[in-house]
């Protein structure tokens, strides 16, 4: 079942127009591993804002690996639009969590079915949307994967140019709390049992070379992805 939680709008002037960005948080499939493992999971009635003719809609997810090779993300469908995937990053080792970031042109409609898939079977997935208004293409895709034992941050340096909007996206097999640093955190959650994920962005109006850490409070494997996009 959905909800969603507007968090309000974020602009930011850069490349002659303005970018305007709508963050909704999702509530994910709280499935466990075993019977709960799919190769498709459905997300109906996401909130993805205003439709506008100059719409891209954003999305951020994680999931729990349900093999030993790791995840492998498939397709995305937002709205019925194949999305294109910018970026995907995966522990290849059982009991992994990966994290991927897709966009896609949706003009039309104020809700979204989210549609992925993948190859083989995986569980407990979560996203979080971001509807922009304005041009933008992919300017980075910077991912991490932590094997260490203990609370290791994953560390990100992303190129970021003026008007630059940046997500993070992180999940982790072992935490369901996390510390971030110079992003909005959006959230952290509890997906199922310990595994959680926690999403977040941020504007720049100036171009900037920051440094984002995502910190969770358990251990284990975590995997994390940030992505920048410019406008176009």
């Known amino acids: 079942m959905m909800s969603n939680w507007p968090l309000g709008i974020i602009s930011s002037a850069g490349g002659g127009h303005i970018i305007e960005a709508t963050f909704t948080a999702n509530p994910s499939f709280g499935y466990s591993s075993g019977a709960d493992e799919r190769t498709q999971f459905t997300f109906s009635n996401a909130a993805i804002g205003t439709a506008t003719d100059d719409r891209v809609v954003i999305v951020t ?3 729990a690996a349900g093999t030993a090779a790791g995840v492998t993300f498939g397709a995305m469908t937002i709205g019925g639009v194949t999305a294109t995937k910018h970026g995907s990053t995966a522990d290849n080792h059982s009991g992994s969590a990966g994290v991927a970031v ?3 042109s949706v003009p039309n409609g104020t809700t979204a079915t989210i549609v992925i898939n993948f190859p083989a079977k995986n569980h407990s997935p979560g996203l979080a949307v971001y509807s922009t208004v304005g041009p933008i293409s992919l300017h980075e895709a910077v991912k991490l994967d932590s094997h260490t034992s203990g609370s290791a941050a994953l ?3 992303p190129d970021v140019p003026a ?3 940046v997500v993070e996206h992180s999940y982790s097999h072992a935490s369901s709390t996390y510390t971030t640093t110079e992003v909005t955190e959006h959230y952290d959650r509890v997906i199922v049992s310990n595994r959680g994920d ?5 504007h720049y109006t100036s171009s900037a070379s920051p440094t984002i850490n995502v910190t969770p409070s358990g251990s284990g494997a975590t995997s994390g992805i940030v992505a920048v996009f410019a406008p176009a």
């Open 155 to 157: 560390s990100f340096s």
């Open 198 to 202: 926690t999403a977040g962005s941020k």
């Open 61 to 63: 997810i994680g999931v």
């Open 163 to 165: 008007g630059g909007f």
């Open 102 to 104: 897709y966009s896609a």
